[in-house]
């Protein structure tokens, strides 16, 4: 395809397509003399099932172009003489086949749209001198304009009153309490959040969500459980009153809003938003005449060079410890290996729609799996003493303290190097994409949080809490939680802030990686066997990089455990199911 190719993601050109729909539209329909052009609605339908992978055949085009059928089919007929339309058979064995938009349309159109695109960035917001592709189709882009500060005012009484929250324990939501107790006028009490670690909270939530005298209005899930959840009918559709809500989907990063998605419906609203990147530290780089690593071998050779242990200094620090942990790492290391835990489409955009657990095909023992493995014993070998008991915050802890060079970590933790008075790595920290396997695309693995509502929530009461939670996700909250330290900013009128813009290097970062499609929600794939792969993965994958087991062994074990531990899960969940079901 031509560069024009370049300056427009898949969803950016989903979002001109449907733009162009809607501004047609009330043309059609209220100028007098006005009618559909069947040839616009031919490209535009061309065009948009070629993005989604739809099969689309010659009647159901004309039907689409709003033409009688002699005129759609005589137009189309046309196009295919013209080169503009191609025939895709059906299979072998079949004489008739399904309509694609040809290399030459596609080229022609991705041109026609990028330049709709500029046109509409210079008209809302584009600042003098910036590039167009600074600007993401579809999100609230007013450059000039700063978001106010959060008001008491913005919540309405009746919304709040009563409003019971399971959240996980952690700064974020912490913060989140506070701010919502600080405008309560006996309303938003602190006493209405239940906070729990992260084992706990899945426990905790598969009783909320299943007992309605758990009496909680509001459930926030890790990313990857929502599968496990939506699948057994535990949480409520958001769908149907989204669009009367006071929340703007637009406005997320695609990425982002695609995580509360489950079978092409919409469960959760996503309230944080986290990236696995590498910190290095810039001053040690400099000082060694080193560049940053872009491969997993330039990382390993860089943290051999910085390796010094007599002065307690290690080349890089992550997350081994057993468990969860040390299974995160792994499916990380696995995505920038270009492999997946499970078989995932070639076009991974909202793989989940349509996703059936009963076809789950588990990826991690191939070739890709051996190289993440590879790669982990190599960082064994430049890594602190006893890195097999690094969390999370003991690898911060570290590499915040000044004894490592490099270090994994998540955006959300990694925000507190510039803030904390103990950091000794303040102003000396690069922010950098998690380096690859040589020849691999960059892939950034994207965690945190969503707000979910159980399903036994009553219709009146759903539209309520969703107002309550959209306030909580709103551009004003997430920017005092920006300023604040979080570096959360999924949203794009949050990262257009220049005061927001202005607190953290972090969110200018993430939201580049983001407009380069360099994002992944499938590294942790939110299916319903998720927890017993990431329990598994947890056992096995230690095992190899610390206990010596050999990594096809382990693998190999990983995977068949998998597929055991999944269909037993499926009998459980389909019994639980049906007794639910019942006792409703």
């Not at 190097?417 to 892939?443: I, Q």
């Not at 380069?516 to 499938?522: A, P």
Request: hydrophobic content about 40%.
């Amino acid at each position: 395809m031509s560069r024009a190719v370049a300056t427009l993601s898949d969803h950016e050109l989903s979002r001109v397509i449907d733009f162009l729909r809607k501004i047609r539209a009330p043309f059609d329909s209220v100028v007098p003399g006005a009618k559909p052009d069947p040839y616009w609605n031919i490209v535009l339908e061309l065009v948009d099932s070629h993005l989604k992978q739809k099969p689309l055949d010659i009647s159901s085009l004309i039907d689409l172009s709003q033409a009688s059928y002699g005129t759609g089919n005589r137009m189309i007929v046309k196009m295919i003489e013209d080169g503009l339309i191609v025939k895709v058979p059906r299979g072998p064995k079949h004489k008739t086949g399904f309509l694609a938009p040809s290399h030459d349309l596609i080229d022609s159109f991705i041109r026609y749209a990028s330049q709709v695109k500029a046109h509409l960035a210079k008209t809302f917001g584009l600042r003098s001198g910036a590039e167009t592709d600074e600007y993401y189709f579809g999100g609230s882009y007013f450059a000039a304009h700063i978001i106010a500060p959060v008001h008491g005012g913005d919540i309405s009484s009746a919304t709040l009153r009563n409003l019971h929250f399971l959240l996980h324990d952690d700064n974020y939501f912490v913060s989140m309490r506070n701010m919502w107790s600080d405008f309560r006028n006996d309303i938003g009490r602190k006493s209405s959040f239940d906070l729990r670690p992260l084992p706990e909270l899945y426990s905790r939530a598969e009783v909320a969500l299943s007992d309605p005298a758990s009496a909680y209005d509001v459930v926030a899930l890790n990313m990857p459980w929502l599968g496990r959840f939506a699948e057994a009918g535990l949480l409520a559709s958001l769908d149907d009153i989204l669009p009367q809500a006071p929340i703007n989907p637009l406005d997320f990063h695609p990425t982002v809003w695609s995580t509360g998605r489950w079978n092409g419906k919409q469960y959760g609203i996503p309230i944080y938003c986290t990236i696995e990147i590498l910190t290095a530290r810039k001053d040690l780089f400099e000082q060694a005449h080193l560049a940053f690593p872009h491969s997993f071998d330039d990382t390993i050779a860089a943290a051999r060079q910085l390796h010094r242990p007599e002065k307690e200094q290690y080349g890089v620090s992550w997350n081994g410890a057993r468990g969860m942990t040390i299974a995160h790492a792994f499916m990380f290391f696995l995505a920038s290996s270009q492999g997946s835990v499970i078989e995932i489409p070639p076009k991974s955009e909202n793989w989940q729609d349509g996703f059936d657990p009963g076809t789950l095909r588990l990826k991690f023992n191939s070739e890709e799996g051996l190289a993440a493995l590879d790669f982990m014993l190599q960082l064994r070998e430049v890594s602190p003493p006893g890195v097999e008991t690094f969390d999370a915050e003991r690898n911060l802890e570290c590499f915040m303290s000044g004894h490592a060079a490099m270090s994994y970590a998540w955006t959300m933790r990694a925000a507190r190097l510039e803030y904390e008075l103990s950091s000794k790595v303040k102003r000396r920290v690069a922010y950098l994409p998690p380096p690859v396997l040589k020849g691999r695309h960059v892939t950034a693995p994207v965690g945190g949080f969503l707000l979910t509502i159980p399903s036994y929530v009553s219709p009146e009461r759903k539209r309520e809490i969703l107002n309550a939670i959209a306030w909580m996700a709103s551009p004003e909250a997430m920017k005092a939680h920006v300023r604040n330290g979080f570096p959360v900013a999924p949203r794009f009128s949050v990262c257009a802030d220049p005061e927001a813009l202005a607190s953290s290097p972090i969110v200018s970062f993430v939201d580049q990686m983001a407009r380069r499609n360099e994002l992944n929600t499938w590294s942790r794939p939110p299916v319903p066997a998720y927890v017993e792969i990431e329990r598994i993965l947890g056992d096995e994958i230690f095992a190899a990089v610390f206990e010596g087991k050999a990594p096809k062994n382990a693998l190999a074990d990983a995977e068949n455990a998998a597929y055991r531990a999944t269909r037993a899960s499926r009998l459980v969940k389909s019994h639980a199911t049906a007794a639910l079901t019942h006792i409703r």
